[in-house]
């Protein structure tokens, strides 16, 4: 995604106010087609694995809502979440779906209904400052015996210092990561793959899905 656009100039707080139409021709598609998306087996695993008590809970830069469509219970969502928007001037909260139909219909930038400002989604953009599930994860965090960094090539700060804060990490990425040499345990494979096999050794297979 990246390689084709400019993060500051396309999906950052600047960018929306400056050129909000263009903000959201960029990525509201992108946004949109988190909906129609359904959990994998990893997203299934790590739910079951909070519901037996071995996960405290989970620690997400994502923001397409997976893992509480999964079953887990205790999420932080670090970098905000697609379930609602907010008018940048009046603070009026609505789903985000208002936003997309909005767009749909040609009205673009969604506006809102009371004072007719910018809306903007309630996810965490370039600029922004983090989002209250950051700090609240990062208390989680203290005393934190063993960290699963799953699915994060742990590049994109300042998320990726959050394994500091745990006394054990195991990572498991397809590719290498900063932290490999300093991880208990290194697995490069899908994650899905690696959480069918944990949870067949559990007894607990992934089967039905």
Not at 47 to 63: C, F, K, P, S
Request: charged share 20%; net charge neutral.
């Amino acid at each position: 995604m990246w390689t084709k656009y400019d993060p500051i100039k396309t999906a950052s707080l600047s960018a929306l106010k400056q050129d909000p139409a263009t903000f959201y021709k960029i990525n509201l598609s992108r946004w949109a087609a988190f909906s129609g998306v359904e959990p994998n087996d990893a997203h299934r695993a790590i739910a079951r694995l909070e519901e037996l008590g071995y996960l405290v809970g989970v620690i997400t830069q994502n923001i397409d809502g997976l893992h509480q469509r999964a079953g887990s219970k205790r999420v932080w969502e670090i970098h905000g979440h697609l379930r609602t928007c907010h008018c940048m001037s009046c603070e009026q909260s609505y789903p985000f779906s208002y936003l997309v139909e909005q767009f749909e219909k040609g009205q673009n930038p969604p506006l809102c209904g009371i004072c007719k400002g910018t809306l903007r989604p309630d996810v965490v953009l370039f600029e922004d400052r983090m989002s209250e599930d950051f700090f609240k994860a990062t208390k989680a965090l203290s005393g934190c015996q063993l960290l699963l960094v799953v699915g994060s090539s742990l590049q994109v700060y300042p998320a990726a210092g959050l394994p500091q804060f745990a006394r054990r990490v195991v990572i498991i990425n397809r590719e290498p990561t900063p932290l490999d040499e300093q991880a208990e345990l290194v697995i490069h494979n899908s994650a899905g793959q690696v959480f069918r096999d944990l949870m067949a050794e559990l007894g607990e297979p992934l089967t039905g899905q």
